[in-house]
């Protein structure tokens, strides 16, 4: 963990955790961006959903919503239509959707975006770093 110092705690440590894994979503978002498919919507289902700090973490990081799923299946629903459609049983991408209930909808607080920009800019930049060395 970039900055780890004795100062720092158990919580620390899994704020930091879960921060890197907004900061590497939102990295993915933009390298998907940067090849012609932005997104402008976020979802979020299963496990990691459940944690409405976590989800706060990604809304503030994204500076987006982010759509959370109740009783949704996730991931597998996903690749049960992305098979379909590849199968020929339907060409409706936007048909799942008729699978889904939305719950709660998580607002960025605006009051973070200046944090979590700073933030992830030395998580790139650490990234950058050590994806030399390795």
């Given amino acids: 963990i970039h900055g780890l110092s004795l100062n720092h705690d158990l919580r620390h440590m899994w704020r930091a955790l879960l ?4 900061y590497a979503f939102r990295h ?16 979020a289902s299963d496990g990691g959903s459940n944690s409405r700090f ?3 973490i990604c809304a503030d990081v994204l500076q987006a919503p982010v759509q959370l799923l109740k009783g949704h299946p996730g991931s597998s629903l996903g690749a049960a239509w992305v098979g379909a459609v590849a ?5 409706d991408w936007g048909g799942v ?4 209930t939305y719950g709660e909808r ?22 950058k770093a050590v994806s030399e060395v390795s």
């Fill in 54 to 56: 976590w989800m706060q």
């Fill in 87 to 91: 199968a020929g049983l339907t060409n």
């Fill in 19 to 22: 921060e890197g894994f907004a």
């Fill in 97 to 100: 959707s008729n699978y889904v």
């Fill in 28 to 43: 993915h978002i933009e390298v998907f961006a940067d090849m012609g498919h932005p997104s402008k919507r976020y979802f």
């Fill in 106 to 127: 998580i607002e960025p607080d605006p009051a973070n975006a200046a944090l979590y920009d700073d933030g992830y800019r030395r998580f790139r930049s650490v990234y």
